[in-house]
């Protein structure tokens, strides 16, 4: 499992990639220019098919989120490419107001659906934006009173500017837990950057800022799709269709190992069920870390398969073995108010310890004619062996 320094070192070293990244590009534009105006059109027709497929996605793996930012950044840039060729002058701050603002209310979205009431709400939030911003221009003394207004980037506009971005980033920041909470990020990040090249073709600079934007939330729903398929929700292990396709790669020299935690049910059926999820946790958080270039999988329920390529079950016992004694030593906290009852009738917090030990069968592929399956087959009656010796230790 991941530890919190992990996942801030994660964050810190995703920020400095990605603004490195975005400045390099930036300043690339700046030099190359003529290049991005020449395949200008490429870029447009390609955005519009990335669009179209993290509209469909999003839709299919009910990511409202997601749907709504993009339908947002397609009126964005539809409306920054359309006035970039008016007589009229589009201010950038504007925009970049527009932008934060909209990511920020975006990026707190509950996930309620596209297409429901609340849905229906979030789309006319959006649109009614740009009617506004419409009925803006068709006025042409009052739209140039505001343009000329965000012209003047003065320190109250910095001020405005750096407090919505502080507003997102806490927002966005306070969670990334997934793929598309990191792409979130990655947009608030290139709008950071985008804030610095302003003054440029900003209609172009925006194309590409659009383009990398949508990009990088079809990578993000791409991997949560993989996530969905492949592993495990709760203890984030690749799960058993990952384990088959792993399957298909092994050569001729491998030991499977099967881990059942010992009592489990009884465990489960003593402290509940979301105790006994800690502890499914706590398990494959330290299975992760076994040695000997394992592959850890949930089998299913309190079981795990261990996969050892290359190794066989002779080898791949002194891991497995060094597993055990770790999971057995590490204490197991439990919490909880359901002690006894002070004078006023509240519960007083009580501090359990509790030891948590596993079983293990593991077997070796020991002739061509024998499949995986076949060895799991023998890898559990092998665990069936160690919980009738008596759990807590690696059977052949």
Do not use: W
């Amino acid at each position: 499992m991941e530890s919190p320094i992990r996942k801030i070192i994660g964050v810190f070293v995703f920020v400095l990639i990605s603004c490195t990244g975005l400045y390099i590009l930036f300043d690339l534009f700046g030099k190359i220019r003529l290049t991005f105006l020449e395949y200008k059109y490429i870029l447009q027709y390609t955005l519009y098919v990335l669009f179209f497929l993290v509209f469909i996605l999003s839709f299919f793996l009910n990511k409202s989120r997601v749907f709504f930012l993009q339908f947002f950044l397609l009126l964005h840039f539809l409306m920054i490419d359309f006035y970039s060729g008016q007589a009229n002058t589009f201010e950038p701050a504007f925009s970049i107001l527009i932008l934060l603002f909209n990511l920020m209310f975006i990026s707190s979205y509950k996930e309620r659906g596209i297409f429901t009431a609340s849905g229906i709400r979030r789309f006319s939030f959006i649109i009614i934006q740009f009617y506004f911003f419409y009925l803006l221009t068709i006025q042409d003394n009052l739209y140039n009173e505001v343009m000329e207004a965000f012209a003047q980037v003065n320190q109250g506009f910095l001020a405005f500017s750096a407090l919505f971005f502080l507003l997102s980033l806490v927002n966005i920041g306070k969670s990334l837990n997934s793929n598309e909470d990191y792409a979130f990020f990655f947009v608030l990040i290139n709008i950071f950057v985008l804030f610095f090249y302003m003054k440029s073709d900003y209609a172009l600079l925006i194309l590409i800022f659009t383009f990398f934007s949508v990009l990088f939330f079809i990578f993000a729903i791409l991997k949560d799709f993989y996530a969905i398929a492949y592993l495990d929700e709760l203890t984030g292990l690749p799960g058993r269709r990952a384990l088959r396709e792993e399957f298909l790669k092994l050569g001729d020299n491998y030991s499977i190992a099967m881990l059942d935690i010992d009592f489990f049910k009884k465990f489960n059926d003593k402290y509940g069920h979301d105790v006994g999820d800690q502890v499914l946790k706590m398990v494959a958080g330290m299975m992760e870390r076994t040695e000997g270039g394992a592959r850890v999988y949930r089998y299913g329920g309190e079981e795990f398969t261990i996969l050892f390529p290359g190794k066989n079950a002779r080898e791949a016992y002194p891991f497995l073995e060094e597993l055990r004694k770790r999971i057995a030593s590490r204490p197991f906290i439990i919490r909880n108010d359901k002690g006894r009852k002070k004078k006023d009738g509240k519960g007083i917090k009580t501090r359990e310890e509790v030891r948590i030990t596993v079983s293990i069968g593991v077997a070796g592929k020991t002739s061509n004619a024998e499949s995986p399956e076949d060895v799991i087959k023998r890898a559990d009656k092998a665990l069936y062996r160690a919980k009738k010796k008596g759990r807590n230790c690696v059977k052949f």
